[in-house]
């Protein structure tokens, strides 16, 4: 049976915390870690417009929204959504172009999480809801993979799937798994969305310390030196909080 990984969550050098490169995509397609990949850089879309330009692998042109309740995601944009606006005006402005509203690692303080009573208020502009998302369910928060997978139940939301993957060793380790479809469904948002709620959400490595503490360890080759940039270490430890 012909299966379709779609990677709906992933940054690149294009982020100020990440050094993933083209080549680096370009390999981990070649594995087979992915069949379409969403791009997803904080605050832009230059590398998502350029790769998806090289025709190497399909891309889907996404950017993560930091907005002033939390992040939201925007796929299938046509150009970048301003940040730092409330959370309700991102998701219009995201509409507005044709996109798909995707939210990640929501209700998770530590990476920016819309909390609970904010994705309540949104719930009708919501397209996906990010219930499987490796950077945090590799152990330290294996509990809230099953809260959001609930809460997606219970209000009905199509689960999304990313690895949410900054360095190379990360791409792929999460994703939606679509059967019997293929890069037709990338033609068109509504498309894609349709075929969404027939996907699986899976992840590669099951939840557990070694894997968390395998990645922490990488924390110092995100930034190619020992110490990783200042800003990306503040941003990363008192953002939100």
């Known amino acids: 049976m012909k299966k379709f990984k779609v990677d709906l969550h992933l940054h690149t050098n294009a982020s100020y915390d990440a050094v993933i490169s083209f080549e680096d995509l370009k390999k981990a397609y070649q594995m087979g870690k992915f069949d379409a990949v969403a791009i997803t850089d904080h605050g832009t879309i230059k590398n998502a417009l350029d790769f998806a330009n090289r025709n190497e692998f399909p891309v889907i042109i996404g950017q993560e929204v ?6 939201v995601i925007g796929l299938f944009l046509q150009e970048e959504v301003p940040e730092e606006q409330e959370v309700l005006e991102t998701c219009f402005a995201i509409h507005a172009q044709g996109g798909l509203v995707y939210i990640p690692h929501p209700f998770d303080p530590l990476k920016s999480g819309l909390r609970e009573d904010v994705v309540l208020q949104i719930l009708p502009v919501i397209d996906l809801f990010e219930t499987h998302n490796f950077s945090y369910g590799a152990g330290i928060f294996k509990s809230n993979l099953k809260k959001v997978s ?12 990313g690895s949410d993957a900054h360095i190379p060793s990360e791409i792929g380790m999460a994703f939606l798994e679509f059967e019997n479809v293929g890069q037709e469904i990338l033609k068109s948002p509504k498309a894609f969305w349709e075929n ?14 070694k894997i968390a503490l395998k990645h922490l360890t990488n924390f110092a080759y995100m930034r190619k030196s020992f110490l990783p ?11 939100r909080l």
């Open 66 to 71: 930091e907005t002033k309740s939390g992040d």
């Open 150 to 161: 609930d809460f997606a139940r219970k209000h009905n939301l199509s689960s999304g799937a």
């Open 196 to 209: 969404c709620g027939k996907a699986i959400p899976a992840m590669i490595a099951k939840p557990n310390y």
């Open 229 to 239: 940039n200042l800003h990306c270490l503040t941003h990363a430890l008192f953002s």
